[in-house]
């Protein structure tokens, strides 16, 4: 694939969840203009719920400017099952940003959202301008005078500059601040005086970011695994690169303690080398992610008189030796790439569902096998190229983390001569790569839950890759959260097969409170 069509095709590997940093407050107004009306149609396929609406509403491209363009905004509305105790309406986001809305609340097999939601809550999903559905990004037409050097050293204004030939003037509107404001005209158009609000990683920003703005129609607040505004955006995604690592070992441990049902080995790093087996020989070279601690039970024969001492070298070392394994592979196979692994990539596609770690490790110990390439083609879909570029345009538009110039080459070497995907996304946007010659528009939107009625509830799981644990602080203080840890893996609680999770957020959204503060991740 020629560069310029691969960067407007990033990986979807690289498209990550999270949030934004704090602004200047935006005053709350009251609307005076008559309610938007709503063109009801038929749902898009990925809504598989037969009870559910379909709608769109025509809004501003800028509502700064409610005068200017208008662009189209998408959602879908899914009836509480019991509307004679119907409490509400949950208004709902998924992530990404990116993240398809009519998926999140139309599709019953996405998540399995709790009896207690789904019988007395009618659930709306707005989808975000930019994506199919609503407006969408259209990047199709590259941007010419771009050469292939020209595109690594200013990718930022290459994405910008090919979908503003596509959506001339709408790619600043990409914001947070924007899509927060067309869930109030969707509100308004629906003749919801409140809404609660479900938001699953960048959605518990943007769901923030409404509230604050609209504190006098928010009701209930549910902040999915959120992370820390300040971030945003350079630094929420060079703090996956940990996260990710740290989520790769989890799941080792997890297949290692279970070596009679798998048989990769009883130890972390003995799972690791055949894992990486097997991305040898997909790839024709190994995966270049740290491995795992060693324990005693991996050293050599003849070396266990060394005991934990020769352990802690082979864990000091490991880092280097898979570097040095990898160029060595790559030399002797031409060619050869780690990120080309189909196991690989299924494994970091995976690692933030637990419920989806049997199935990896059978991939893995050849039990479950692989998606056929043939049948899964190499065209990526339209769709996710859009949602992808659109990512990446409000990331751009928002970012207010500075590039860290050290990790320039950390960047090159892992994108384009390695291959890792552990780590290469990170550095993307740590480098200041993503966003090279795109300057910010606007600065992350403002969050303060002080106005609010309720306090929020927000859930964090230590062993998130994707909004790490360690950062959730700043948007739970910000906000005012009430927080519950979840002791395990996964990014993403609500609706994810932990029944305790499930049972606290039904008993907050019915009572406003929960005095749950801890609980098991799930096995």
């Known amino acids: 694939m020629p560069t310029a069509r691969r960067t407007l095709a990033a990986s979807a590997a690289s498209a990550l969840m999270v949030l934004g940093l704090a602004a200047v407050p935006v005053q709350a107004q009251t609307q005076t203009t008559a309610a938007p009306e709503i063109a009801w149609e038929e749902c898009p396929p990925q809504v598989t719920d037969t009870t559910a609406d379909c709608g769109r509403i025509d809004v501003p ?41 009519y998926s999140y609340f139309g599709n019953p097999d996405a998540i399995a959202w709790p009896e207690g939601i789904t019988n007395e809550w009618d659930r709306v999903a707005v989808q975000p301008r930019g994506l199919t559905g609503s407006t969408p990004v259209d990047c199709n037409e590259l941007a010419p005078g771009y050469s292939d050097l020209d595109i690594i050293t200013r990718e930022g204004a290459f994405v910008r500059d090919s979908c503003e030939i596509g959506t001339p003037g709408y790619t600043a509107s990409l914001t947070t601040e924007n899509t927060a404001e067309d869930w109030e005209w969707v509100r308004r158009a629906l003749g919801e005086e409140k809404i609660s609000i479900m938001g699953l990683s960048y959605g518990t920003f ?33 703090s996956q690169e940990g996260g990710y690592i740290g989520s790769l070992h989890d799941f080792l441990n997890w297949v290692a303690a279970r070596n009679e049902t798998y048989g990769l080995g009883d130890t972390p790093l003995a799972v690791y080398q055949a894992w990486s087996a097997r991305v040898v020989a997909e790839s024709g070279t190994n995966p270049t992610v740290v491995p795992p601690p060693a324990r005693i039970g991996d050293i050599p024969p003849g070396l266990e008189w060394a005991g934990q001492a020769a352990a802690d070298i082979m864990t000091a070392t490991g880092g280097a030796r898979v570097q040095a394994e990898g160029l060595a592979s790559q030399v002797a196979n031409p060619g050869s790439f780690q990120s080309t692994s189909l196991t690989l990539q299924m494994t ?43 990512q990446r345009l409000i990331m751009c538009n928002e970012n207010q983390v500075a590039p860290n110039p050290a990790d320039v080459l950390p960047y090159a070497w892992t994108s384009f001569i390695t291959g890792d995907i552990f780590s290469a996304p990170s550095h993307q946007f740590s480098s200041g790569a993503a966003c090279s010659g795109f300057a910010p528009v606007t600065g992350p939107a403002h969050v303060d839950g002080s106005a609010l009625e309720t306090r929020p509830l927000q859930i964090q799981a230590t062993g998130d890759p994707q909004t790490p644990y360690a950062d959730f602080g700043p948007l739970a203080e910000a906000m005012g959260s009430h927080v519950i840890t979840v002791h395990g893996a996964g990014h993403g609680q609500v609706g994810f097969g932990n029944a305790a999770v499930d049972e606290a957020v039904v008993e907050y959204l019915r009572t406003g409170h929960t005095d749950v503060t801890d609980v098991p991740g799930v096995e």
């Not at 998408?74 to 990404?96: E, S, T």
């Open 61 to 101: 491209m800028y509502h700064s400017d409610p005068t200017g363009a208008q662009i189209s905004v998408g959602f879908v509305r899914v009836p509480a099952d019991d509307q004679a105790n119907r409490r509400g309406v949950l208004f709902g986001n998924p992530g990404g940003p990116g993240g398809d809305a």
């Open 206 to 238: 943007l769901g923030s970011a409404y509230a604050t703005k609209y504190p006098q129609h928010t009701d209930r607040v549910v902040l999915d695994s959120g992370m820390d505004p300040a971030k945003a955006w350079n630094g929420v995604m060079d």
């Open 348 to 390: 970091r596609q995976m690692l933030p569902m637990p419920n989806q770690w049997d199935t990896l490790a059978r991939v893995i110990n050849g039990t479950e096998p692989l998606p056929n390439p043939e049948e899964v083609g190499t065209e990526v879909p339209e769709e996710l190229v859009t949602a992808v570029n659109m």
